[in-house]
């Protein structure tokens, strides 16, 4: 069991928008911890998407975004794309450790 | 271009010991914390261990607690995890990936990730 709740699948067709949730406790997003996104391709290593809870690095096109609020983070996606197709994992902190939400698949219709 | 490449995994028998490593270039690799984290076939990921840009800080998830020792060699620019005692459950694809500050601290993230190295620990 992870520390994050993560829905294991969304799916969405191209062009909608899609939102994937993360939802800790008090311990961790909820104690004010910041909450990064990272993308896993098929095949790849994990890249980064998302930092410090709404910031996208260099690269990272502006159809994603982030939100906190509370003990939850999310992850929007807009105008999704077929190469969209991926894990996408939560991340923050918690009683002096790195965590990981399960993980979700995202499926583009 | 920052680059991570790890090595050293393989097939290994329960109870026995494997040292990764993973090689660091293009950036100053003793101005930020490492970390190892694991991705078991099929599953998610599971942080295992981090240390900081002087080995002042290390940590280690429950689960390799008592087993792995993590360390670093500035002048090599590497990174490097000693598993002991390993178990079936260690079975994953290793990855090294560099901590966006100096300390692992509690905001900090992974960026960028290396390409990962397979353990396999079975009889």
């Known amino acids: 069991q992870s520390v994050l709740t993560q829905p294991p699948s969304v799916s969405g067709a191209p062009g909608q928008r899609v939102t994937i949730s993360c939802t800790g406790s008090?311990?961790?997003?909820?104690?004010?911890?910041?909450v990064h996104w990272y993308q896993q391709l098929p095949g790849t290593a994990p890249k980064l998407l998302i930092y410090?809870?709404?910031n996208r690095p260099s690269g990272v096109p502006d159809r994603f975004s982030g939100s906190k609020s509370g003990t939850s983070a999310s992850l929007a996606i807009t105008g999704l794309q077929a190469e969209d197709e991926a894990d996408y994992y939560c991340?923050?902190?918690?009683?002096?450790?790195?965590?990981f939400g399960g993980g979700t698949k995202l499926t583009v219709l | 271009e920052v680059q991570l490449v790890e090595s050293g995994g393989g097939l290994v028998q329960p109870g026995r010991s494997l040292r990764l490593s993973c090689a660091a270039s293009?950036?100053?690799?003793?101005?930020?914390?490492m970390h190892w984290v694991r991705q078991a076939p099929g599953k998610g990921l599971e942080w295992v261990s981090g240390?900081?840009?002087?080995?002042?800080?290390?940590g280690y998830a429950d689960s390799v607690k008592g087993r792995f020792t993590i360390s670093r060699d500035n002048a090599k620019n590497s990174l490097y995890l000693q598993m002991n005692s390993l178990r079936a459950e260690d079975t994953a694809l290793y990855y090294c990936?560099?901590?966006?500050?100096?300390?692992?601290?509690?905001?900090?993230?992974?960026?960028?990730w290396g390409q990962g190295t397979l353990v396999t620990v079975s009889s």
């Open positions: 240390i900081s840009w002087n080995s002042g800080s290390i």
């Open positions: 008090s311990s961790n997003i909820g104690a004010g911890y910041d």
């Open positions: 991340q923050s902190y918690d009683s002096s450790l790195k965590v």
């Open positions: 410090g809870n709404s």
């Open positions: 293009g950036f100053t690799f003793d101005d930020y914390a």
């Open positions: 990936a560099k901590d966006s500050s100096y300390g692992s601290g509690t905001g900090d993230w992974f960026d960028p």
